[in-house]
């Protein structure tokens, strides 16, 4: 079991820069995939981008490839989402996920452990 905790959100206007944070705790081995997922109000859960903690493998939404950066900091035991050039429609609140399967995926029900979500808000 993974333990998650994200912080870093907030409010930003529209072409602004926030930095996401997921502090990992419990079993952080390297067979740990780590997800970012955001869910706006009314609308379903979807991916945003995905890294293994072994390896630079990292997977991202077409909505947010170029814009996005997922990172980690092994020794933290950390996470991180930077997201440059924000717009309303990232307005969401953004998950943390973990899986022990070894492998990152786009599919939110691949992953076994959440965060409590961290609100972002783009203004206009």
């Known amino acids: 079991q993974v333990q998650l905790a994200e912080s870093g959100g907030g409010l930003v206007q529209d072409g602004g820069s926030l930095r996401l944070s997921c502090a990992a705790s419990?079993?952080?081995?390297?067979?740990?995939?780590m997800g970012w997922f955001r869910q706006a109000l009314g609308k379903e859960r979807e991916f945003v981008a995905a890294i293994l903690w072994s390896e630079a493998n990292t997977m991202y939404a077409s909505s947010v490839k170029g814009r996005f950066t997922i990172s980690r900091d092994n020794a933290k035991n950390t996470v991180y989402l930077q997201m440059n050039s924000l717009k309303p429609e990232d307005t969401a609140v953004y998950y943390c996920?973990?899986?022990?399967?070894?492998?990152?995926?786009?599919?939110?029900?691949?992953?076994?452990?959440w965060g409590q979500g961290t609100q972002v808000t783009v203004s206009s």
């Open positions: 419990g079993r952080t081995a390297s067979s740990v995939g």
């Open positions: 996920a973990a899986t022990l399967g070894g492998s990152i995926s786009r599919v939110w029900a691949y992953y076994d452990s």
